[in-house]
């Protein structure tokens, strides 16, 4: 077993050892809620859901990096639609997983130039104003309506991920006026073919507006907005694909950083559902990088579609009361 | 789209101000997640006492935000910061921590632009740090059920 891997396996073993050794000394001397063990009926003791939560944010961290999504596309319909917790703590929790990830995959992005700063600035200023106001839209509604519209919006998702061809290297004839004015424009090292890539973007403007929709969604539904970043970045905006996955990957930081700000300043974030996932979602996603490199892709993806479409159809039924 | 062979492996991409901003954020990352980490099995140890018992938090995540501040008796924005003595809230700060990363990041890469004479720049960076600021604040209304 190599030194990481080692490192690893310690970290997530004592993070549940410690998660059940509190609950047994909890049952011990009777501390715990017994006319409510798991929290809504759920007919489970209350620390068996940290404890699957930190499980299933772990596989949710491994798929998303298989998958190609962020981890809050994931995180959000699924906990909100499995777990006994309510949907604003789901939401905060979501938007500080997709930030904790881009925290923490950003220095190693930047550094080799592949997230742009002069290109995620103005997206981010546009994106992170937008999250502001999704987030008190979200924060007004009630659980019934953020379901059913996030169970459509799911679903739209899954069209969207599942149409959306990708271009590794779009041609771009023309810088545009704007993203000429404001200097945006690179090059990389493409360490695959050992050459350095020329890219330059145009639509600026056609980009920047789609990104007050993607930070609404972002802040109203909690969802990240990695999906939507990549598709807007590389097709519309015209940045080669690689350069789009790391800076939509690196812009979800300050994308989701204001919207996270809103549902912490409400009291939506609860420490016993933050950071069983963070740690979930972050140890998920290193084992995921390992895994990726002996397994094909492309069959992850389809998983990773199902999964959406099951739970965008359990938000959409939760929230209209007939899956309860 | 150009591609040119034979050139340095060094990353081309990399500016000042992305090598600044990358420093900043890889050394505040670490510390923030090593003491989410730490704050957090402090709080499951109940040392500090938590203001809302380990056990009792399940009785409460099923409520929306509002009814569970209530129920707690604690208020909304940066009460928490008052109640960094108990397990619950200690974790607060952690979190604080990593959600203030991004705008301390801007903060740095300013001077640079001003010494580029990157104005726009120094106008974007500048306008996302106040936007970051008035959501961090609490000054802007955060919904109500």
């Not at chain 1, 759920?42 to 949710?60: H, R």
């Not at chain 1, 933050?274 to 140890?283: E, H, Y």
């Not at chain 2, 500016?15 to 923030?32: F, H, P, T």
Request: net charge positive; with cysteine.
């Amino acid at each position: 077993m190599s030194k990481k891997r080692a490192l690893l396996f310690t970290i997530a073993l004592i993070f549940l050892m410690t998660i059940f050794a509190v609950s047994m000394v909890q049952a011990a001397t009777g501390e715990s809620s017994p006319a409510n063990p798991g929290g809504s009926d759920s007919g489970l003791v209350w620390w068996a859901w940290p404890i699957i939560l930190f499980v299933v944010t772990f596989a949710l961290g491994i798929l998303a990096v298989l998958g190609g999504v962020g981890g809050a596309v994931l995180y959000t319909p699924i906990i909100g639609g499995f777990f006994p917790f309510g949907m604003d703590f789901v939401r905060g929790a979501g938007l500080l997983v997709a930030l904790a990830g881009s925290l923490a995959a950003g220095p190693g992005l930047l550094k080799r130039g592949f997230a742009d700063l002069r290109l995620a600035i103005p997206v981010a200023l546009i994106a992170s104003t937008a999250a502001i106001g999704g987030a008190m839209v979200g924060l007004a509604l009630s659980d019934a309506i953020i379901q059913t519209s996030m169970g459509i919006a799911i679903l739209a998702i899954v069209v969207v991920m599942f149409l959306a061809r990708k271009s590794e290297y779009p041609d771009v004839q023309k810088a545009d006026k704007l993203s000429s004015v404001l200097r945006i424009s690179g090059i990389y090292h493409e360490p695959t073919s050992g050459k350095d890539i020329d890219w330059k973007i145009h639509r600026t403007i056609h980009g920047l507006v789609l990104f007050v929709g993607i930070g609404f969604m972002a802040g109203m539904f909690g969802l990240g907005a990695g999906w939507a970043n990549v598709p807007v970045l590389n097709l519309v905006m015209g940045a080669p694909l690689k350069i789009s996955v790391a800076t939509s990957k690196f812009l979800l930081a300050t994308t989701d950083t204001s919207a996270a700000w809103m549902y912490m300043n409400a009291g939506d974030v609860i420490p016993m559902i933050v950071v069983p996932s963070i740690v979930g979602i972050m140890l998920g996603s290193l084992m995921g990088v390992r895994i990726l490199e002996k397994t094909k892709p492309s069959a992850v993806r389809v998983l990773v579609l199902v999964m959406l479409s099951f739970a965008g159809l359990r938000a959409l039924l939760k929230g209209l009361g007939i899956w309860k | 789209m150009e591609g040119k062979a034979n050139t340095p492996v060094s990353s081309p991409g990399a500016s000042e101000e992305q090598k600044r901003y990358a420093a900043v954020l890889g050394a505040m990352m670490k510390i923030g997640f090593v003491l989410l980490v730490i704050t957090f099995i402090l709080y499951l140890a109940g040392v500090p006492k938590p203001h809302v018992p380990v056990g009792d938090v399940s009785r409460l995540w099923g409520l929306k935000g509002e009814k569970y501040l209530e129920a707690i008796g604690v208020e909304k924005g940066w009460s928490w910061m008052g109640r960094l003595g108990e397990g619950d809230f200690l974790n607060f700060a952690p979190i604080a921590l990593l959600a203030s990363i991004t705008a301390l990041c801007y903060l740095t890469i300013i001077p640079i632009f001003i010494k580029k004479k990157d104005m726009v720049y120094v106008v974007l960076a500048s306008l996302e740090i106040v936007i970051l600021v008035l959501a961090a604040s609490g000054v802007i209304p955060s919904g109500g059920h």
